[in-house]
Nanobody
Framework: VQLVESGGGSVQPGGSLRLSCAAS????????MRWYRQAPGKERELVAG????????NYADSVKGRFTGSRDNAKNTVYLQMNSLKPEDTAVYYC???????????WGQGTQVTVSS
């Protein structure tokens, strides 16, 4: 049972990245998923939530209109499309699984996103 993120990297302000999170070892379509991020010296922040079928999403105010969460249950993968990136988006981004009690019960290893000129 694991989540593996990919797609992080370095980009200039205004650029775009797409993060992917590949799930394995469980019935992916049975779980809502969330993306979190944590910047150095800051608390972990919820970035986006994606419902089990992908039809419902929610976002932090700081990323609304710029980030889009989605999923492909046939590929057991959840995505985070990040556009118009800002330096303050620099963080380690984590993919998480939301368990039956509504709490996080599985974390990915994280992927670094750096936005800098």
């Amino acid at each position: 049972v694991q989540l593996v993120e990919s797609g992080g990297g370095s980009v200039q302000p205004g650029g775009s990245l797409r993060l992917s999170c590949a799930a394995s070892g469980f019935t992916f379509s049975g779980y809502a998923m969330r993306w979190y991020r944590q910047a150095p010296g800051k608390e972990r922040e919820l970035v986006a939530g994606i419902s089990r079928a992908g039809g419902s999403t929610n976002y932090a105010d700081s990323v609304k209109g710029r980030f889009t969460g989605s999923r492909d249950n046939a590929k057991n993968t959840v995505y985070l499309q990040m556009n118009s990136l800002k330096p303050e988006d620099t963080a380690v981004y984590y993919c998480t699984r939301i368990g039956r009690l509504g709490t996080i019960d599985l974390w990915g290893q994280g992927t670094q996103v750096t936005v800098s000129s």
